[in-house]
């Protein structure tokens, strides 16, 4: 078993005087009783308001540059209490990665992460059609019928043969976005209007021939203002709008049916019957195109699954796989116009047009790490564990600080910097990635609960960070760019870039 002397051991001594016991069944204990959950250090908690004061005036998160996992760190160590507040529930955050390994491998079989409760309400209760012994979705369902629904997608959704016939279609999708971004120049080659939901709409429809099966045509600057297509784009935007606040922020909606409840179940239901009407199209495209000796599509081998299913996942799809992507994308655009020598060398490989495209793959990898959009693994436990000295008990909500843990020095030598070559470099090399713990750098989740549209964002950054790269010297002004953590982390604006043709 893997078991890192790292820097932070003496630091894991230092705070909690305890002692490795075992390298092949790791735990942090003592001989002695472990000790409760509740005496984990960690901010202090007031009944009623939680955490509240500590944001407010003299509060530890008050006003500070840095983020909270930071924060905590400095403050406590490597595993921190952070208590409820306003009902919701307590969380322990982890930054040793053996650790936080301990808790996820044996939480691998019938992992759970809660997440989208109000989306979870509308499948479950609102929506009148639901079957309570049919699974609800991959965002939306937890253990064994988790597994069952899982267990019937991932060869369709993680088939290397199946994404890779999306090669041709996205790199049309690329090259109208190309397109599109030139048209929306200024004369100081800005793109005017939102850049974000620029890219959004670049989402949308890479993700859409996927789940969708066919082109929804996002990218037209002349869509019809009534067409079923901007009704899509409006519904993913709502649906994301009102998870936010309803998941993500303070809010009544469990108690009452606030206006922004009313308008959640009518924007899912909504997005709902718009994936159903582009997949009836395809359906009846399907008919007409006599698939005998192709190789199937994700639609088409969903839609041998059942109707059903290919319905599910194209709303789980279209839910995780735009702002996700979009915000990569954003992410690898500023690091690299920040960089620009690593600039020239990816635009190099690219025009090299050589097949295999390492150094592309790294610098995705590499912004993944600076820039993730999602800042830790999340696990709820189904069993009581011993860590680091403290008992964490069932149904615990358990975070792996992942994106705080790739910005630490012992784990990423030179962490603040962009360095692609981390991830090509010979082991030899004392950047080389795999020197650090498999556990701290991991974009996509962990096990058999990771993100099941891996492949597909691969291939879809792959694609149109290279036709942007190839098309545009992209430069940068002003301030960094500043980060939101909510859902996922958002990239914010103004978005100051400069797209300029290549010569
Ligand atoms: C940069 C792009 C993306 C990143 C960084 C990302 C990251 C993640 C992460 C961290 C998880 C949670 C995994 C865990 O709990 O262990 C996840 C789950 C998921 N992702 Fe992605 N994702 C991306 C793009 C996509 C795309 C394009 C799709 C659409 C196919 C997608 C669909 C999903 C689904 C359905 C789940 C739930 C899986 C499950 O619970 O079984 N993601 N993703």
Aim: glycine letters at 6%.
């Amino acid at each position: 078993m893997y078991l890192r002397r790292s820097v932070l051991y003496p630091v894991v001594k230092k705070y909690y005087n305890i002692r490795l016991v075992s390298t092949d069944n790791f735990t942090f204990t003592e001989k002695s009783e472990p000790k409760s959950w509740q005496e984990i250090p960690g901010p202090p908690t007031r009944p009623v308001f939680g955490q509240l004061f500590n944001f407010l005036p003299g509060g530890i998160f008050y006003q500070k540059k840095e983020q909270m996992p930071e924060i905590m760190y400095k403050n406590y160590g490597p595993i921190v209490r952070f208590g409820g507040t306003f009902g919701s529930p307590p969380m322990i955050f982890l930054y040793e990665p053996e650790a936080a390994f301990h808790v996820f491998r044996n939480e691998n079989w019938t992992p759970v992460r809660p997440g989208f409760q109000s989306l979870e309400y509308f499948r479950k209760h609102y929506n009148k059609d639901h079957n309570p012994d049919e699974s609800t979705g991959l965002m939306t369902e937890h253990g064994e019928v988790w597994r069952k629904f899982r267990t019937k997608v991932n060869q369709v959704m993680l088939q290397p043969k199946t994404i890779k016939l999306y090669s041709h279609i996205l790199t049309e999708v690329a090259e109208d976005m190309i397109k599109r971004m030139k048209s929306k120049r200024n004369e100081k080659n800005m793109i005017e209007g939102k850049f974000d939901t620029e890219l959004n709409l670049w989402a949308l429809e890479a993700i859409g021939v996927v789940a969708l099966g066919d082109r929804l045509n996002c990218l037209d600057p002349n869509l019809p203002k009534d067409s079923p297509a901007r009704k899509l784009i409006q519904a993913v935007r709502d649906v994301l709008t009102v998870t936010e606040e309803l998941d993500f922020r303070p809010s009544l909606w469990r108690y009452i049916a606030t206006p922004t409840f009313k308008k959640a179940m009518k924007y899912y239901g909504d997005q709902t019957k718009l994936n159903e009407f582009f997949i009836n199209k395809s359906i009846e495209k399907l008919k007409d195109k006599g698939t005998a000796n192709e190789e199937k599509g994700v639609l088409e081998k969903l839609l041998e699954i059942d109707y059903k299913t290919a319905v599910i996942m194209a709303n789980d799809m279209l839910f995780a796989g735009v702002d996700t992507t979009a915000n990569t994308i954003i992410g690898a655009l500023f690091l690299l116009a920040k960089n620009p020598e690593k600039q020239n060398k990816l635009r190099e490989e690219i025009l090299s047009k050589q097949e295999k495209l390492p150094y592309l793959r790294a610098c995705i990898k590499e912004t993944m790490r600076l820039l993730p959009v999602v800042g830790g693994n999340f696990r709820q436990t189904t069993k009581e564990y011993n860590v680091m000295g403290y008992k964490i008990p069932k149904d615990m909500f358990v975070i792996v600080a992942n994106q705080y843990m790739c910005m630490m020095e012992e784990n990423f030598p030179q962490a603040a910097e962009f360095i692609p070559e981390r991830w090509i470099v010979d082991k030899s090399d004392p950047l080389y990635y795999g020197n650090t713990h498999p556990f701290v750098y991991s974009p996509f989740g962990f096990g058999v609960r990771s993100c099941i549209g891996r492949r597909i964002a691969e291939l879809e950054m792959e694609t149109f960070l290279a036709k942007l790269i190839e098309n545009f010297q992209i430069e940068w002004f002003g301030p960094p760019m500043k980060t939101r953590a909510s859902s996922i982390n958002y990239l914010m604006g103004p978005y100051n870039f400069i797209f300029k043709d290549v010569k």
